[in-house]
């Protein structure tokens, strides 16, 4: 399974960000993606997660400003609502296949207040 994000960029606090994770290679096989994000001088933290059959988790931080979303069978989203500073970060997706986590190349998203 090959990930890669994108849709990062610079945004003012209280705007909007969406995104993407594009999925390719073996994509039947994925149980779960999701989305994790490291801050700089942070450790890697797990934003937000959603399953084969539709379940969602998130980090309270984000919970009711942040959506995850399977959008098809290869692409995951993350809509970002009402972004704050401390959501800075590079943001990455993650596959996980049968037990073994499957990584991309992170996109940045800088939130400016």
């Known amino acids: 399974v090959q990930l890669q994000a994108s849709g990062g960029g610079l945004v003012l606090a209280g705007g909007s960000m969406r995104l993407s994770c594009a999925l390719s290679?073996?994509?039947?096989?994925?149980?779960?993606v999701a989305w994790y994000r490291q801050a700089p001088g942070k450790e890697r933290e797990l934003v937000s997660f959603i399953t084969n059959d539709g379940r969602t988790n998130y980090v309270d931080s984000v919970k009711g400003r942040f959506t995850i979303s399977r959008v098809n069978d290869y692409t995951c989203d993350l809509q970002m609502n009402s972004l704050k500073p401390e959501d800075t970060a590079l943001y990455f997706c993650?596959?996980?296949?049968?037990?073994?986590?499957?990584w991309g190349k992170g996109t940045l998203v800088t939130v400016s207040s």
């Open positions: 290679g073996t994509v039947f096989n994925i149980n779960a």
């Open positions: 993650s596959a996980r296949v049968f037990g073994v986590d499957y």
